[in-house]
Structures are given as structure tokens and as C-alpha cells.
């Protein structure tokens, strides 16, 4: 059920929480499916609600700091970027406090938690709850992030029965994860918060994980956010049967065979094309489409994260 936000709606959410009730609610990243954080019922219905691998940890949301450091250890440097992004679409990989009431199952047995402080009425919910609640994106393993409360209901149909709706989210794509070892600074996921403002604050380069250091972030897996229909990523022209995703003002050859077009942003905005990035593949994910082809673009800013969302979503699927 959807249920557009209001006093009211927070309240019953942060009762089916205290309860060990699965619901949805909006970050300013993407629909998280949130559970109590203590709650090890609760915690494994997400990964049976999504059909996700077990050995995928989650990420635990705190309204501020001080929740934080009820859980982990934060260092000087992770503390500077605290200081400066929170709240918002960074997650810190920390190491874990021993006897932090977080179960077991969260952090997949790891000895680190990742934690973020989200935007908005997730922080209120978290707030009222008392405690950190964790949240994976709202959609089943291996599908597109939700921006939308529908695109929730559409995927998770029958498998939540409260989905909290407040409109689309701004950013669009997931937050940006960091950790932090020995004063180096290690980018697991690229994200909302681009990698630049990150290297710019701290004064020095951000070092990129291999995809092969997955177990790092087990949920670099190489196929992921896929549509139904294949994707073909820094396309040159449209061929038959194609969608075309398109970016900016110039259009690739063939633009007028396309079935459906969407463009992320005309004006090249990096932000804007984030922000549409899942939705607009949703909707060009049409019956007779047999695949998306994507016209390049550029990875500055959040284009990064974006042309890892792409990457994963045009890798050959299991
Ligand atoms: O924006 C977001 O981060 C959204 C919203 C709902 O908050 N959440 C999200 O969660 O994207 P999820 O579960 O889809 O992605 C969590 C990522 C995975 O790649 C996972 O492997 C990584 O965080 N992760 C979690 N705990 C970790 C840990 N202890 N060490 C390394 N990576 C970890
Ligand atoms: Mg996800």
C-alpha cells in the first residue's frame, strides 16, 4: 500500500518498525526497504523480501553522529567527512563497536558497518524509532534502484505492505561509499556525493577499489540494476528494436529509429541525468524493446556513478 507522507503516515511507519515490520520509506538517494537494525527477523525478511545473497551486507541509517558512535569507531578522517557531508549520500565503511546492538546478519559478519545519516523524513523516522534502522535500495537483487514510491509497488508487489511516499528522490542514485584505513581514502561505491567534492575536501585522491576487491563491497556485483530488456552503453547509433536513453543536445546516429526516447538531461546537467537515471530506463524498459542503446556520457561529477550504474546494468547477466 502507498501512503503519501503526513505526521500521521511517520508515526505508523516508525510502529510497524518498533514492531519488526518491513516497510518502505523515501531516502534522498533511492526507496529504501527498512528494517530494524536489532531485529535479526526483520533484518533476514529484507534479504527474503529482495531474493538477495546473504553474504551482501546492509547499510545502517542513524539521524546524526552522536546514533553513529553508539555503533562504530570513527576516526579523524572519517569524522572531518562527517562533519562536512552529513546528512546526506555519503556511507562510511567504520569498524563495528564490539556489543553495538546490531545484528549479525547487517554487516554479513564483517567486523566494519557501513552507516550513513539520509536526508529527510528518514531521519525524522530513524529519530523517533530511537535506533538505526537498515535499508537496501527497495527493488528485488539485481534490479533498478526505485525513485518513486510506484516504481517500489511495481517491483515489490506483494512483498511489503507499507510504502511511505514522498515524491521523487532528488538525487537518484545511491550514495557514495568510503572507507577510511590508516588515514587513506578507499572508494568502494561511487555515488550521489561526487568523488571530486570528496578529494577536494580531504586534498587528496580517492583510491578506486577494483571490482575484483568485491568482497570489500559484496554489492559490486557485476550485473546489477538490470532492465528486462539489454542495454547498450556509450552506443554510437540506434538500431532496430532499440530505446534509446539519450544525454544532452546532440543526438547519435539512427536517433529517429528509436521506439521510445528519453533524454537524462538536455542541458548536460550531471545532477538532473542522476536523478532520472533509473526512472527513465524503467520507462524505456517497454515490451517490444529488445535493448536500450545509451548514447556516452561523460563521467565528471555524478557522471561517475552513473556510468557505473550503467556498466552493471549492460553486463552480460547470469
Ligand atoms: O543510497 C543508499 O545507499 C541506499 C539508500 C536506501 O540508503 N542504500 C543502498 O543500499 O544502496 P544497498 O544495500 O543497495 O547497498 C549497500 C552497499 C552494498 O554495495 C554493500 O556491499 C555495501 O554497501 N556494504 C555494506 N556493508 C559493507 C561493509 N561492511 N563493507 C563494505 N561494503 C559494505
Ligand atoms: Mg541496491
Known amino acids: 500500500m502507498i501512503v ?17 515490520k518491513l516497510v518502505v520509506l523515501p531516502t534522498e538517494t533511492v526507496y529504501g ?9 526483520a533484518v533476514a525478511g529484507i534479504f527474503a523480501a529482495k531474493g538477495r545473497p546473504h553474504f551482501n551486507p546492509l547499510i545502517a541509517h542513524v539521524a546524526n553522529r552522536a546514533m553513529a558512535e553508539n555503533y562504530v569507531e570513527i576516526d579523524r578522517v572519517s569524522a572531518r567527512l562527517i562533519e562536512a557531508f552529513w546528512p546526506g549520500p ?12 546490531i545484528h549479525p546478519l547487517v554487516s554479513a559478519g ?19 524509532l530511537g535506533r538505526a534502522i537498515v535499508a537496501p535500495s527497495a527493488n528485488r537483487s539485481g534490479r533498478l534502484s526505485p525513485t518513486s514510491a510506484q516504481s517500489v509497488a511495481d ?6 505492505s507499507f510504502i511511505l511516499d514522498a515524491g521523487a528522490c532528488p538525487v537518484g542514485v545511491e550514495s557514495t561509499i568510503v572507507k577510511i584505513d590508516a588515514d587513506k ?17 580531504l586534498g587528496q585522491k580517492l583510491i578506486r577499489l577494483d571490482q575484483r576487491a568485491a568482497i570489500e563491497a559484496p554489492g559490486m556485483m557485476r550485473s546489477h540494476y538490470a532492465p528486462q530488456a539489454r542495454v547498450r552503453i556509450n552506443a554510437q547509433d540506434v538500431r532496430e528494436n532499440e530505446a534509446l536513453l539519450a544525454f544532452g543536445a546532440e543526438r547519435i546516429a539512427h536517433a529517429e529509429r528509436a521506439k521510445a526516447t528519453l533524454n537524462l538531461s538536455p542541458g548536460g546537467d550531471m545532477q538532473e541525468a542522476a536523478a532520472n537515471l533509473f526512472d527513465f530506463m524503467k520507462k524505456l ?32 547477466r547470469d
Request: hydrophobic share 50%; charged share 20%; aromatic share 2%.
Open 33 to 41: 526497504l527498512a528494517a530494524d537494525a536489532a531485529n535479526g527477523e
Open 155 to 160: 517491483d515489490l508487489e506483494g512483498r511489503v
Open 285 to 316: 524498459d517497454l515490451a517490444d524493446v529488445q535493448a536500450i542503446a545509451v548514447e556516452p556520457i561523460p563521467s565528471h561529477g555524478l557522471g561517475e556513478a552513473i556510468n557505473d550504474r550503467l556498466v552493471r546494468a549492460a553486463a552480460p
Open 4 to 20: 503519501q507522507q503526513s505526521q500521521k503516515a511517520v508515526k505508523e511507519a516508525v510502529a510497524l518498525l518498533a514492531e519488526g
Open 90 to 101: 555519503l556511507t562510511l565503511v567504520l569498524p563495528l563497536k564490539q556489543g553495538a546492538a
Open 110 to 128: 564483517l567486523p566494519t558497518l557501513a552507516i550513513r545519516n539520509p536526508k529527510g523524513v528518514f531521519a525524522d523516522i530513524v529519530s523517533l
Open 185 to 201: 581514502a578507499f572508494l568502494l561505491r561511487p555515488g550521489g556525493l561526487a568523488t571530486e567534492e570528496i578529494e577536494k575536501f
